[in-house]
């Protein structure tokens, strides 16, 4: 099941072919590299765009949330078995 974080991260990427790609992302002392993004959804809430990453570091799974609209990235939830 999902266990909700929601803290603001760091995140390092590179843009391909015109989309941003997370590489690794800081939370709090961790730096955690990103193996495998599984998925990429946006979404509004309200008038707000936002875009969801669905991410794998290693055998832990991960949901950031990047908010287009402030530019500030989150960590919304972690895989906990």
């Given at each position: 099941?999902?266990q909700k974080i929601d803290q603001q991260?760091?995140?390092?990427?590179?843009?391909?072919?015109?989309?941003?790609?997370?590489?690794?992302?800081?939370?709090?002392?961790?730096?955690?590299?990103?193996?495998?993004?599984?998925?990429?959804?946006?979404?509004?809430?309200?008038?707000?765009?936002?875009?969801?990453?669905?991410?794998?570091?290693?055998?832990?799974?991960?949901?950031?949330?990047?908010?287009r609209e402030s530019?500030?990235?989150?960590?919304?939830?972690?895989?906990?078995?």
């Open positions: 099941m999902y991260i760091w995140v390092a990427g590179c843009y391909q072919h015109s989309h941003f790609k997370p590489l690794k992302f800081r939370w709090g002392k961790r730096e955690i590299k990103i193996d495998t993004i599984n998925l990429i959804s946006d979404f509004r809430d309200g008038m707000i765009k936002k875009r969801y990453y669905s991410v794998t570091a290693g055998r832990d799974l991960f949901r950031l949330e990047f908010n530019e500030i990235w989150s960590l919304k939830e972690i895989w906990v078995e």
